[in-house]
């Protein structure tokens, strides 16, 4: 009751301030037609001597605009509490032609006034065209209230329900990585920051090709955390786009590192700008265990569609009979040929010599025994079947430049030793990618191994476009290298890219226990989850319903998305959603975003053209400027098939002697 009393006193008052305009236009009517109505006899005495008074003190009446503003003002006020609604179908096109010709009309229609005609067609004129002047303010000024008030269509992509309050405080720490962003919050831009003050908790960052992740983010990774002295390992897809990154951002930040860190590439593409190193030392294999991981790591990397069928026998055949190899050779001689293209080498020898060398091992007997089964069994077809599963893949391995970088020892693959930090590169080609990424993948897998353990320097593994290589033992690294300093940085697409390649367990692994997420634009079931992730918000409902006297509007509260699925499907380039995790002490109240991040592109611009190129490492010119290139690859190459070839017929003299 008390709401709809203080309607009607509203409507009273409004309809008074009305009325008061309205007044004040027949006085002006009065004053400046009053040679008409006196003619007529219309005038009254009293109200000249008010009207005069008023000219005298206040000189109201010196210019007819003064009371035309006064009348127009009341009139402006009247409209703003408007509460009928006869007709929906206002536009502004409608409200301007209607507010454009009542002024007109109402303000510059003076000069009838002093036109030379007779005194009242000139005044009938100049009265009429007020009217209709202050008729189409009125109706303008009505619909502009409630198109201004009402209009439940002023947002329909519901943007300022969905907007929110973000973090605008850096929060920085030795480890940390800080965004700037842009983003917007009822109706006001705001300067913020996506502070990632624990890196050690994983991230991920999404996004469809050309979204911007590589470019805001992975960059900045790269950079913020070289500069706070982190040792890193970069998987770098499109060599050498983020490797030529870390090596300019090294170059300038060497004194943030105790000990000055070395920069490394492995490039098969350019062996002129790649170093040497052999993933399979004996040194750091310790037990047959890591012979097997390796093997493992290669064989799923040739083959992804294993990655489904672990366990089965086709799949395990192979993989058991490359880590037989790979374990003989570190054995062998104390492991001086214990190099990946030994081991090809080796595994493309006559079968029968393979197995009659390696059954000479006692270690070797029971991994060996359903090949030596088949063997004296006389299950050719299943022997041949077996070995041939293991053959077919790693014939594609058979590269020269390949057997280049994989048999030498420039470095080793502990980047973050606190004695000999190291910035490592490893470029993939997307043209030859089934076969580098095998190789890749074995380097991956034994990095993995070196660096998640204690004491060892704070460091970085950034993998861009993670599908495109198996990276055995991720989903543990991402759940217990924290403690150890690891901070995990994963760039891919999309979901199902990460579930079509690693399988829904791994997958599923993968994506539940990263802490820190970056999205762009990302569609379908992607979309869906993250929108899921980023849970729901009390939002505001409004309904109208609108008849022919009046209308009624209800609004209602209830949980909705914050960051719906479709708004996810969307986004603009550089705009990305996400959520970042928080530490003990370093409390992030907001840790949901949805905001443009901010790139200085004249900076990075100046940056890029000033970077200097990865250095030529292995100088293959003579002093006579001959290159020599691909004979020393050559010499290589065959050196490695002659010494495979050695190591049968001494073994096989070997045997033959006991």
């Known amino acids: 009751m008390q709401n709809e009393d203080d309607v009607?006193?509203?409507?009273?008052?409004?309809?008074?301030?009305?009325?008061?305009?309205i007044l004040i236009l027949i006085i002006h009517i009065y004053w400046f037609c009053y040679e008409f109505l006196a003619e007529q006899n219309a005038t009254l005495p009293v109200i000249n001597k008010i009207l005069l008074n008023f000219q005298r003190n206040t000189g109201l009446f010196s210019q007819p605009v003064w009371t035309k503003l006064m009348s127009f003002g009341l009139l402006a006020i009247s409209c703003l509490g408007i509460r009928g609604v006869k007709e929906v179908k206002i536009t502004w096109g409608k409200i301007s032609v209607f507010l454009g010709s009542g002024f007109v009309l109402f303000f510059f229609n003076g000069f009838i006034i002093r036109l030379?005609?007779?005194?009242?067609?000139?005044?009938?004129?100049?009265?009429?065209?007020?009217?209709?002047?202050?008729?189409?303010?009125?109706?303008?000024?009505?619909?502009?209230?409630?198109?201004?008030?009402?209009?439940?269509?002023?947002?329909?992509?519901?943007?300022?329900?969905?907007?929110?309050?973000?973090?605008?405080?850096?929060?920085?720490?030795?480890?940390?990585?800080?965004?700037?962003?842009?983003?917007?919050?009822?109706?006001?831009?705001?300067?913020?920051?996506?502070?990632?003050?624990?890196?050690?908790?994983?991230?991920?960052?999404?996004?469809?090709?050309?979204?911007?992740?590589?470019?805001?983010?992975?960059?900045?990774?790269?950079?913020?955390?070289?500069?706070?002295?982190?040792?890193?390992?970069?998987?770098?897809?499109?060599?050498?786009?983020?490797?030529?990154?870390?090596?300019?951002?090294?170059?300038?930040?060497?004194?943030?590192y105790e000990h000055t860190p070395r920069f490394y590439v492995i490039n098969f593409d350019n062996p002129e700008r790649?170093?040497?190193?052999?993933?399979?030392?004996?040194?750091?294999?310790?037990?047959?265990?890591?012979?097997?991981?390796?093997?493992?790591?290669?064989?799923?990397?040739?083959?992804?569609?294993?990655?489904?069928?672990?366990?089965?026998?086709?799949?395990?055949?192979?993989?058991?009979?490359?880590?037989?190899?790979?374990?003989?050779?570190?054995?062998?001689?104390?492991?001086?040929?214990?190099?990946?293209?030994?081991?090809?080498?080796?595994?493309?020898?006559?079968?029968?010599?393979?197995?009659?060398?390696?059954?000479?091992?006692?270690?070797?007997e029971n991994y060996l025994s359903p090949f030596i089964d088949a063997w004296e069994g006389g299950a050719q077809d299943q022997l041949q079947g077996q070995i041939a599963s293991a053959k077919i893949p790693l014939s594609r391995m058979i590269s020269p430049q390949l057997y280049w970088v994989m048999s030498g020892n420039d470095f080793t693959l502990d980047i973050n030793n606190p004695k000999e930090p190291k910035i490592l590169c490893v470029g993939n080609n997307p043209d030859r990618q089934n076969i580098y990424s095998a190789a890749l993948g074995l380097y991956n897998s034994r990095i993995v191994k070196l660096i998640n353990k204690k004491g060892q320097l704070k460091s970085a593994v950034i993998i861009d476009e993670l599908p495109t290589i198996y990276f055995r033992g991720l989903d543990n690294l991402i759940a217990t290298a924290r403690s150890n300093k690891v901070a995990v940085c994963l760039g891919f697409q999309d979901f199902s890219q990460l579930n079509r390649d690693y399988g829904d367990k791994e997958a599923k692994v993968v994506m539940n226990t990263v802490g820190n997420i970056f999205s762009g634009q990302v569609v379908g079931e992607t979309a869906k989850t993250l929108s899921e992730r980023f849970g729901k918000v009390l939002q505001k409902r409004q309904s109208m319903t609108i008849n022919r006297q009046d209308k009624s509007t209800s609004i209602n509260t209830q949980m909705d998305t914050l960051i719906p699925a479709s708004k996810i499907s969307n986004l603009t380039q550089g705009v990305f959603v996400g959520a970042v995790s928080d530490n003990f002490g370093e409390r992030i109240e907001q840790k949901i975003f949805h905001a443009e991040i901010v790139v200085d592109n004249e900076k990075v611009a100046k940056e890029t053209a000033a970077y200097k190129p990865i250095p030529v490492i292995t100088n293959f010119t003579d002093e006579n400027g001959k290159n020599h290139l691909q004979e020393e690859i050559e010499f290589n190459y065959r050196r490695i098939k002659n010494e495979a070839a050695q190591i049968i017929v001494d073994e096989l003299e070997r045997i033959k002697k006991n």
Not at 9 to 19: F, M, P, T, Y
Not at 226 to 255: E, H, P, Q, R, W
Not at 306 to 314: A, E, M, R, T
């Open 274 to 364: 790649s170093h040497r190193c052999n993933p399979i030392a004996p040194e750091f294999m310790t037990d047959i265990a890591d012979a097997y991981e390796s093997a493992y790591t290669i064989m799923l990397n040739l083959n992804k569609t294993w990655i489904q069928k672990q366990g089965d026998f086709f799949v395990e055949s192979p993989i058991i009979l490359l880590t037989s190899i790979i374990w003989y050779l570190k054995i062998y001689q104390n492991g001086k040929y214990c190099t990946f293209p030994h081991a090809i080498e080796f595994l493309n020898k006559k079968y029968a010599d393979i197995f009659t060398i390696l059954t000479s091992y006692p270690e070797l």
């Open 116 to 256: 030379q005609y007779a005194i009242a067609l000139k005044c009938s004129f100049y009265v009429l065209t007020l009217a209709v002047g202050y008729i189409f303010l009125l109706k303008a000024g009505l619909w502009m209230s409630r198109l201004i008030k009402n209009n439940l269509m002023e947002d329909v992509f519901n943007m300022e329900n969905e907007s929110f309050m973000q973090e605008t405080q850096l929060m920085e720490n030795e480890y940390s990585v800080n965004l700037p962003t842009r983003f917007s919050y009822k109706r006001k831009t705001y300067n913020g920051w996506i502070n990632v003050v624990n890196p050690f908790r994983a991230s991920i960052v999404l996004g469809t090709p050309g979204s911007g992740k590589s470019y805001a983010i992975i960059n900045n990774y790269i950079k913020q955390q070289i500069k706070k002295g982190f040792s890193m390992y970069i998987y770098d897809f499109k060599f050498d786009d983020l490797s030529v990154i870390a090596y300019n951002t090294l170059l300038k930040n060497t004194d943030k």
């Open 8 to 21: 009607r006193s509203l409507a009273k008052i409004i309809e008074l301030i009305r009325g008061v305009s």
